[in-house]
C-alpha cells in the first residue's frame, strides 16, 4: 500500500505535467496565479501543485518524494503521509498568498510544497540520518534541513530566480505541524531537534514582521 500510494502520486504529477508541458492553455489554466485565485479560481492552489516548468523540474521533485515518501509513510502510515503530502501543498500555496498576495501577476507551478512537507516530515523524525549532498557529500538530515529552509528565506529576499521560494517553506511548516501532531512524544524525545528545525520558520515571520521580506 504504502508504494502504491507513491507511485500514483507520481504517475499523477507525470501525467498532468506531460499534458501541461505539450498543452499551454491546459498549463496557464491550472497554474498558480494571484490573479486568478483572487478571482475565484481556488482549485489554482492545489493544481499547480501537479504541473512542472520542465521535465528536470518533474525529476527533482519525483526523485526527493521517491526517497523520502516511504520514510514517512512507513513510520506513520499511508493516510498520514497523504494528509502531509496534500496538506503541505495547500500550506504552501497559502503561504504564498500571504506574501505574494498583492501581485496579481505572481505565478509558480510544481510540487515542491508537498514534496517539501514530506521531507521536513522524515527529517524531524529522524534528524541524525545522513543524506549524501549531491550524491557525494554527507551531511546530518537536520542541518540540511535547516540549511534548506535558510537558503529558501535567502531566495526570497534576493528574487533574483523563478523558484517559489515560499511555498518550499509552506510546505515544511505544514509537514512540522502535522508530524508534531500525530507524533507528540517528539517533544520530549527529541525537544532540541524541534526547536533547531523550527527556527528557520520562526526566522522567517520575524522577518517578514521587521519588513525585511
Request: glycine share 10%; net charge neutral.
Amino acid at each position: 500500500m504504502d508504494n502504491i500510494a507513491l507511485y500514483l502520486l507520481i504517475g499523477v504529477n507525470a501525467i498532468i505535467s506531460f499534458k501541461g508541458f505539450e498543452d499551454q492553455y491546459f498549463f496557464n489554466k491550472y497554474k498558480f496565479n494571484v490573479g486568478a485565485i483572487r478571482a475565484g479560481e481556488q482549485i489554482r492552489m492545489v493544481s499547480s501543485g501537479f504541473l512542472h516548468a520542465d521535465i528536470g523540474h518533474l525529476a527533482f521533485n519525483m526523485i526527493t518524494l521517491y526517497f523520502f515518501a516511504p520514510i514517512v509513510a512507513q513510520s506513520l502510515g499511508v493516510f498520514p503521509f497523504l494528509l502531509i503530502y496534500f496538506a503541505s501543498l495547500v500550506c504552501g500555496s497559502l503561504l504564498t498568498m500571504m506574501f505574494h498576495g498583492n501581485d496579481n501577476s505572481y505565478s509558480a507551478v510544481g510540487a515542491s510544497g508537498a514534496v517539501t512537507g514530506v521531507l521536513y516530515s522524515a527529517i524531524l523524525m529522524y534528524p541524525e540520518m545522513t543524506l549524501g549532498i549531491f550524491g557525494i557529500i554527507p551531511m546530518p538530515a537536520y542541518l540540511f534541513g535547516i540549511g534548506y529552509l535558510l537558503y529558501s528565506i535567502y531566495g526570497m529576499r534576493a528574487k533574483r530566480d523563478n523558484i517559489g521560494h515560499t511555498a518550499h517553506i509552506g510546505g515544511a511548516i505544514g509537514g512540522y505541524v502535522i508530524t508534531l501532531l500525530k507524533v507528540p512524544s517528539l517533544l520530549q524525545d527529541n525537544l532540541l531537534m524541534v526547536i533547531l528545525l523550527a527556527i528557520p520558520i520562526v526566522l522567517l515571520f520575524v522577518l517578514a514582521k521587521a519588513g525585511k521580506l
